[in-house]
């Protein structure tokens, strides 16, 4: 069976990660992508759990060995997939779900044929900024550039399949499974199930084409609130 490969980018902030610990629990024959990165632990972070936690030599290595299916620099530290998760989804049978930037996901499309990518959107710019102050991870600057990085982000929504609105989570956990098995009918997989109409119309409201409507006032936030002072 060759893999479904699920794409899922976001900004910081917009629930990303509750989503696919969602999808994780709720969907069967997902194998996730642990991450490589740079970066420093952060909180109760552990090594290979949230991400695996590499220094700066040992990850140009990586890109060096060609065993990377993608990486981009984020904050000044890499961050990278690393290739012997599709193989291992694909000897298990399973789908792969990657949770990857805008960088990241525009290379895995340009080098794997039988991806979905799917966008997830905060409600506004405010709300956004919200979440992220309700964190409490983050410096004032590091909010700032975080909010930044998401204007420059959500322009390319467009690039994506799908696109999902985080306004309510039970809503986009939904919306987001109903994508996931959709796909799985529409590329014949050995893993569909559920009902097939039912999960088309869900998945099919979803389209990044049926939604710019609903999108454009969430970008307009952004350009709102950036123009006054940002």
Known sequence: MTPVVFIISAPSGSGKTT????LMG???????????????PRGQEQ?????????????????EQGRLLEWATVFGNYYGTARHFLEEAEAAKQDLLLDIDVQGAEQVK???????SIFILPPSRPELEARLRHRSQDS???IRKRLRDAQREIVGYDRYDY??????LEQSAAFLRSIVLHERWRHGSDLAEGDPSLLR???EGCRTERLRSQVQPILESFQHEMSGGE
């Open 19 to 22: 989503l696919v610990r969602r």
């Open 26 to 40: 709720e969907v069967r024959g997902l194998h996730f992508s642990v991450s490589y990165t740079t970066r420093s």
């Open 47 to 63: 090594d290979g759990r949230e991400y695996s936690f590499v220094n700066r030599e040992q990850f140009e290595e990586m890109i």
């Open 110 to 116: 340009s080098r794997v044929s039988n991806t979905v």
């Open 140 to 142: 004032e600057a590091v």
């Open 163 to 168: 696109v999902l609105i985080n306004d309510q």
């Open 201 to 203: 119309e869900m998945a």
